[in-house]
């Protein structure tokens, strides 16, 4: 908690205060989750399998991920049309010198990546320490290949900047107004976390989620801006692909 406290003080925000609230109520960011991650997916997606009820399971994957861009892009489409100044309220706009959204990026990516690596190897000795310890089902394991590449395409491409712009842009902003810096990263950390829930399965593939999901949502808070989040987000999943990848399936 203190460590949390620090990364947020006045000092680190020092001048960003400026970040304009958005105009939304958490209703309206409830109703776009659920629609954006559920009912429109959802709907959307069984309709076209009755059309097609033979499509296969990587076709099935593609067109579920696309319908859920499609979906975001109308979500965001509409509430920037509501309101106007969407990416003022998302954290999107330029207010420092570009030396200072480097700089931050640079240390966000170090964060993650020396935190995702720490994790890794903890979980490692925890293994050799433990081997009959049960940390749960590998969320691909039943992946095939194609599945996998699929999946990763998205991943790479797609979920850093979607999920940036859902959590940390339209959720986050909006927590902040009601519960302040500590309250916004906690809760939508946690919400962050929920929405993952292939992982919930896997303690190992949890952990890495929630240390994530604060760290994004720290410096979040602590730069005002989603730019040093979507980059780091993007190396992040980046690295996790090619191991993924290189990995035997």
């Not at 958490?26 to 959802?42: A, D, E, K, R």
């Not at 399965?201 to 979507?230: D, M, Y």
Request: charged fraction near 10%; hydrophobic fraction near 50%.
């Amino acid at each position: 908690m203190p460590l949390i406290k620090s990364a947020l003080s006045p000092k680190a925000v020092s001048g960003l205060s400026s970040d304009k609230h958005p105009p939304w109520d958490l209703y309206t960011v409830f109703v776009c989750l659920l629609s954006g991650y559920i009912f429109v997916p959802l709907l959307l997606s069984n309709v076209l399998l009755l059309i097609d009820p033979f499509m296969g399971s990587v076709r099935q994957m593609v067109l579920e991920q696309g319908v859920t861009l499609l979906t975001w892009v109308i979500i965001f489409a509409g509430l920037h049309w509501r309101y106007g100044q969407l990416p003022q309220y998302l954290g999107l706009s330029l207010t420092r010198p570009r030396q200072y959204y480097q700089w931050e990026t640079i240390l966000l990516i170090l964060l993650s990546s020396g935190l995702t690596l720490a994790l890794s190897l903890l979980w490692m000795a925890v293994e050799l320490w433990w081997p009959t310890l049960n940390l749960g089902t590998d969320p691909y394991e039943r992946f095939s290949r194609s599945q996998i590449w699929a999946m990763s395409f998205f991943a790479v491409f797609t979920a850093p900047l979607l999920e940036e712009l859902i959590f940390r842009g339209l959720v986050q902003s909006t927590l902040h107004q009601r519960w302040g810096r500590l309250g916004s990263v906690f809760y939508s950390s946690l919400i962050f976390m929920l929405f993952h829930g292939n992982y919930l399965n896997n303690v190992k593939a949890l952990t890495h989620v929630i240390v994530i999901g604060l760290c994004f949502a720290i410096w979040r808070e602590r730069s005002q801006s989603l730019i040093p989040g979507i980059v780091a987000h993007w190396f992040n999943n980046f690295l996790a692909t090619i191991l993924m990848l290189s990995t035997p399936h």
